[in-house]
């Protein structure tokens, strides 16, 4: 495995923690409108990605194939807008800690039954027992961080 690409992997998750914290500044100046926030930021985002897409090369002979795919594939953009908007919304709601720990854990969950099971076309990989006792592991430390102050002041009474 590349290190690099682990290393990557990680900087992603720490975007999306400052992105739910910047969105949700942005929609607190926004009068509050999760909506209008998340939109923006979309928009900023295709912007970026149209620049990128350009400089790259290729984009008419992708337009080109995109019209032989089924609409599911379409999806994506459905999926992170509801993403971006989930978090402009729960943030501000439920703190970021609580949110990110369980998009961790839903992360977590989904991966790995598209993984195991190779579901959405992907490859598959099947989920060994010490990788299954890894996201036992996560899933306990996210139960912590949302519960932990809770028991232990259970176990202090």
């Known amino acids: 495995m590349n ?45 970026v990605l149209g620049i990128a897409a350009f400089a790259r090369g290729g984009v008419g002979e992708a337009f080109g194939a995109l019209a032989q795919q089924p609409l599911w594939k379409l999806t994506g953009g459905l999926l992170g807008a509801a993403f971006v908007f989930g978090t402009v919304f ?31 076309h992907m490859a598959v990989r099947k989920v060994s027992s010490i990788r299954m006792a890894g996201a036992l592991v996560v899933v306990a430390g996210v139960a912590l961080t949302l519960f932990g102050d809770r028991i232990v002041a259970a176990l202090g009474r």
């Open 90 to 120: 729960l943030a501000p709601r439920i703190g970021l800690l609580n949110l990110v720990v369980l998009v961790i854990a839903g992360q977590l969950m989904m991966s790995m039954a598209i993984d195991n099971f190779g579901l959405v």
């Open 3 to 47: 290190a690099a690409l682990f290393v990557l992997a990680f900087c992603v998750g720490l975007f999306i923690s400052v992105q739910a914290a910047v969105n949700s500044q942005l929609a607190n100046a926004l009068h509050a409108n999760s909506v209008v926030a998340a939109f923006i930021s979309f928009s900023v985002g295709t912007i």
